[in-house]
């Protein structure tokens, strides 16, 4: 579903990512692990056009390197940022309708869906969404992108910040989400939920991917968590 | 001393909702695309010139609808094949476009209209006095200018508040991005909001033209006390904007209405101290500095409280 062929990106002269390849089958859950600063981040930000990618993108068998950003979200493509923009100004209803694409076209995810998954999103539906806990936020920016009914939704650093108790919720999202076979790429740092629920994970380092396996396979290779995970 | 004030605070307000008719778009602007607009007020003076060519041609009325499309028209070109190319070079061009825009439109009016005031008149059908506050007959067509604006903030607001459009506008007065990573098209939301602020100011144009004076250096002449509204209401502020407007509208107003000095005050000076500079300040008049008042204001409000009455941002 999505394939990306040796990504290349910079930030005014420095090379961020040096060649990423990587990709997501339809309904898979793909992590992008890594430490601080190795171009997590900045390869999702690519791929939505954010920053300026070379190399070759392709969703669904398109080229949709260097498109905007709304054209390649209405491929079918969501992305949750790790600022968890939400509109502050704006109610937690009136948040979750932007995320709709076509008001014409009701797609797999309601309102109403949303709101009964989160008591705390209801209970609060007509508050400005800038007064939200940082958890809450994390479930609304999430909940909006898939408003969106995309087929791919890309997570950024989605537990950055929060509880356990509330890293788990974001977790059993994220279950969910897989379950009604949308495929995720989930970019993290601690490997708590991601090693539970992926599929596959890829390791970056430098910008570049240092490895590519299955969970179980990233648990036995110590060699590369002591050298590109742990602190 | 009452119908000083009445009359004034009319005024005032008439003022005070003009300006808000040209700041609302352009704070707008400013939030959304971190561009302060200096081509802002020719949007403003090209208004008030279709609107005296227009009600030349076909009248008052049609005129009123006509000017502020072509203007937004003209707007929205500007933003498309001016604004969106010169935005990967940064602020710093898209700011030295405006402000030859604004240069190259007072030029071109001059040219096509000369540099005197217009005979722009105020159409026969509300040229009478609609009421009498003891001695003072304050025109019908002022309070027709203070209806339409009325009537345009109310629908802004409405717009703003209640459409899904106007959703996606609010949203993307502070997060652009994502608004477009939501599958939204932010350009050309970007180009509508550009191609509204500048019909409402077309709309002020058409209004004001002929209650003020319709000359080719009116923008020049309003575009300062703009700036000065949207910084004194915090830039990207509506609502500061909408207060900012109402206050230096009515303060304006007043000043120049007010023909007390400290002489008047405190009485005058000894004479036998002479001529001297105490003596000239001592009797100036309010209505004497009231040009100056805005940007002392300006002055102030950066002073004490640099992100303006209303503003969040810090630039």
Redesign the interface.
Known sequence: MLEVRDLHAYYGKSHILQGVDLDVAAGEVVSLLGRNGVGRSTTVKAI?G?VAPQGTIRFKGKDIAGL???RI??LGL??V?EHR?I????TVR?NL???I?D?RRPGKWQLQDMLDMFPNLAARADTPAGVLSGGEKQMLTTC??LM?DPDLIMIDEPTEGLAPLIVQQVGDLIARIAQAGVAILLVEQKLSIAMKISNRVYVMGHGRVVFEGTPEQLKSNSDVRAQWLEV | MLELIVISTLNGLLFGMLLFLLSSGLTVIFSMMGVLNFAHASFYMLGAFFGFQLTKWIGFWPALLLAPLLVGAIGMAVERYGLRNTHKHGHVAELLLTFGLAFAIEEIVAMMWGRSPVDYRVPALLDFPAFTIFSTNYPAYKIFMLAVSILIFIVLLMVLKRTRVGLIVQAALTHPHMVGHLGHNVGRIFMLVFGVGSALAGIAGVIAGPALVTQSDMAAALGPILFVVIVFGGLGSLPGAFIASLVIGLIQTFAVALNGSLASAFGPLDPSAGPSVLTDIWNVTIAQVAPIVPYLLLVIILIVRPMGLMGTRET
Do not use: H
């Not at chain 1, 509109?87 to 704006?90: A, D, V």
């Open positions: 939505m954010e905007p950003s709304y979200a209405r969501g992305y940022p923009d509109f502050p100004g704006l009136q309708l932007l995320g694409k008001t909006r992108t969106g």
